[in-house]
């Protein structure tokens, strides 16, 4: 088992910046990945950014690209999304989730492990 533990959400004006973190523990060898999803009220949780435990390889989704980056330290078992250049859009509760399957997916039901999520809210 793994679990996953959010901090760094809040409320924050249009343009400013967030930094997320997630701490894993448990069974943290097994991780092949980690990301980040979001999910807006009324709409679907959606993929939007993940690492490669190992290469380090990052991935990100078009909406986000150019304004979050995703790192990790694996010393800590810790990875973090940095938010800047934040829009009313971006607003949604953020979920970090762990993958054990080694192939990249931004398909949420791949996911094996989730944290409880932390809100991060946009003003305009």
């Known amino acids: 088992q793994v679990q996953l533990v959010e901090s760094g959400g809040g409320l924050v004006q249009a343009g400013g910046s967030l930094r997320l973190s997630c701490a894993a523990s448990g069974r943290t060898s097994s991780i092949s990945a980690m990301g980040w999803f979001r999910q807006a009220p009324g709409k679907e949780r959606v993929w939007v950014s993940a690492?490669?435990?190992?290469?380090?390889?990052?991935y990100y989704a078009d909406s986000v690209k150019d304004r979050f980056t995703i790192s990790r330290d694996n010393a800590k078992s810790t990875v973090y999304l940095q938010m800047n250049s934040l829009e009313p859009e971006d607003t949604a509760v953020y979920y970090c989730?762990?993958?054990?399957?080694?192939?990249?997916?931004?398909?949420?039901?791949?996911?094996?492990?989730w944290g409880r999520g932390t809100q991060v809210t946009v003003s305009s």
């Open positions: 989730a762990a993958r054990l399957g080694r192939i990249h997916t931004t398909t949420p039901r791949l996911w094996e492990y």
């Open positions: 690492v490669n435990w190992r290469s380090g390889t990052t």
